[in-house]
């Protein structure tokens, strides 16, 4: 028997347009038409969802997010919005008294934020956990502030040298400061990864909270081996409520290509590792961007190059000859242009090669990315959490700080996404900025009002251009044959949700089921 439903009485956003009515037939589209359409292609027995004048979306698609990371924020010691350093300090003991075993681990910390007006080191956490190996992330997961017996762990001391791509923070005599950015951040890394052992019982509440804001589809970058298997473990159990896209850690590659996890024909097509993750620089907040000439506030530095163009371009050629797409973080223009370098000869259409965040674009950049046309997996959301660049980078510069309209009038694609934890997971946070270009008090990293998009754009971003971007045309879309992903909003258009405070998302359907 045909399993068969249809949704009558609103509006549906396909994608691309808008159609009165929906019909999906055992998990894929059948018709997104007139409801007289549906009506005369509907079986015998079909379900009727009436909307009462609401209206529907495809699933939503992130197509950069950090699903283990994810977890270690929620179980972690949590630092946002921390506004000093005694106050972070309160916080880690509070943790490690309700958690008196392990490392500590956390992350959310903010230099810019705290008002003691200085960085963190390794002294002020060692009066907070003088005696537990530490690792507390920066809000941006470029830097790491880790404390003496961390330190003494990582083999780290007055005489070690700056990892190639990295630096160790070092204090006016030269000693370790506890501080650890880029590349150096791997010897952190077993530390942190020790504290908590990723399984499918910690994935799961993750993956339940992303379908209830209306994603669908979600790429989680930089993943290992033991996040492939606990989500092939929810897979096999029928608890993974969406498709995930993998893109392996470059670190990591050999040992998922050994355990044979990369092999999409496994237990689930829901999960597929389809790409590999690497890094040209850091991060805006961390300075570590890797600009053309020097931030505005910091003279004496333009970034960190992670790895060399040679680097690059290995990276491409070994993610190729494993049927897997390259992904390059690159936001600081300088990063960008290596970036591109590598992907030149890239010629792999699908998945396409990535450029993920690509945040500062200058017009010599844009010339560049004209030629090169890789994919722009960008983040909205980081016009309302980098409201500060312009400090950073001074009014001429920050122009071209996240300029979507441009490269997307260029014809590029462009494909949304939150970068969670290291921004919010709510895609409507990413939506709302695409159309504003502020946050809900007016702050912008770039107000420019001509890099606005209308809200069907802002929604394409996060639906049809995510599955693009993913290899994949059957998600992010509503057409005849494709996945049968869908969300129902809490209202009839686009910019009433936008407008509102109630929450977007009424429903969430994936493959014809609900889930949310």
């Excluded at 018709?31 to 609401?54: C, D, H, I, K, W």
């Excluded at 699903?67 to 630092?79: D, M, P, T, Y």
Aim: with cysteine; net charge neutral; charged share 25%.
């Amino acid at each position: 028997m045909v399993d068969a439903r249809r949704w009558i009485g609103g509006r549906i956003f396909t994608g691309s347009g808008y159609a009165e009515s929906l019909l999906i037939e055992d998990g894929r589209v059948v018709v997104a038409g007139t409801e007289e359409e549906v009506r005369r292609a509907s079986p015998t027995g079909v379900e009727t969802n009436r909307l009462a004048g609401r209206l529907v979306l495809p699933g939503l698609v992130d197509a950069h997010l950090h699903l283990s990371e994810l977890v270690r924020q929620r179980e972690g010691v949590a630092l946002d919005g921390a506004r000093s350093i005694a106050d972070a300090g309160e916080r880690i003991t509070d943790w490690s008294v309700r958690n008196p075993n392990g490392p500590i681990f956390g992350r959310g910390w903010n230099q810019d934020e705290l008002i003691d007006g200085r960085w963190p080191d390794r002294r002020d956490l060692d009066r907070s956990a003088p005696d537990r190996p530490t690792v507390l992330y920066r809000i941006c997961g470029h830097v790491a502030w880790t404390n003496s017996p961390a330190l003494a762990l990582m083999g780290i001391e007055r005489g070690t040298p700056d990892p190639p791509g990295g630096a160790i923070g070092r204090d006016s005599r030269g000693e370790p400061n506890g501080l650890l950015y880029e590349s150096a951040l791997s010897l952190a890394e077993p530390i942190a990864q020790s504290a908590l052992v990723m399984d499918a019982s910690r994935l799961e509440p993750t993956v339940r909270s992303a379908v209830r804001m209306g994603l669908t589809s979600v790429a989680s970058m930089r993943a290992d081996l033991s996040e492939i298997e606990g989500l092939r473990t929810l897979a096999r159990a029928g608890r993974l409520p969406l498709q995930v896209r993998l893109y392996v850690g470059i670190r990591y590659l050999d040992a998922v290509e050994h355990a044979g996890a990369i092999d999409g024909s496994g237990p689930s097509e829901s999960v597929r590792v389809i790409g590999v993750k690497t890094f040209a620089d850091g991060s805006f907040g961390g300075r570590t961007a890797l600009l053309d000439r020097p931030y505005l506030d910091a003279p004496e530095t333009s970034g960190i190059a992670v790895a060399s163009p040679a680097q690059l371009a290995e990276v491409v050629v070994r993610a190729r000859s494993r049927g897997l797409a390259p992904g390059i973080h690159a936001i600081g223009n300088e990063a960008i242009d290596r970036a591109l370098g590598a992907l030149e000869t890239d010629r792999s259409p699908s998945p396409p090669g990535r450029i993920e965040h690509a945040s500062l674009t200058p017009p010599s950049t844009m010339d560049r990315i004209d030629r090169i046309r890789p994919a722009l997996i960008v983040q909205p959301g980081f016009l309302a959490s980098d409201y500060w660049l312009e400090e950073r980078l001074g009014s001429e510069r920050v122009r071209w700080a996240y300029a979507f309209r441009t490269l997307l009038d260029k014809g590029h694609l462009l494909a949304g996404s939150s970068d969670a934890p290291f921004d919010s997971l709510d895609p409507w946070v990413g939506i709302r900025c695409a159309v504003r270009r502020t946050d809900r008090v007016g702050r912008s990293a770039n107000p420019n009002r001509s890099e606005r998009l209308g809200p069907e754009m802002a929604v394409a971003l996060y639906t049809v251009n995510g599955g693009r971007a993913l290899g994949d045309e059957s998600i992010g879309s509503l057409r005849a044959g494709a996945r049968a992903d869908l969300v129902v909003l809490n209202g009839a258009s686009l910019e009433e949700i936008l407008d509102r405070s109630v929450a977007p998302v009424a429903e969430t359907w994936s493959g014809g089921s609900r889930v949310a």
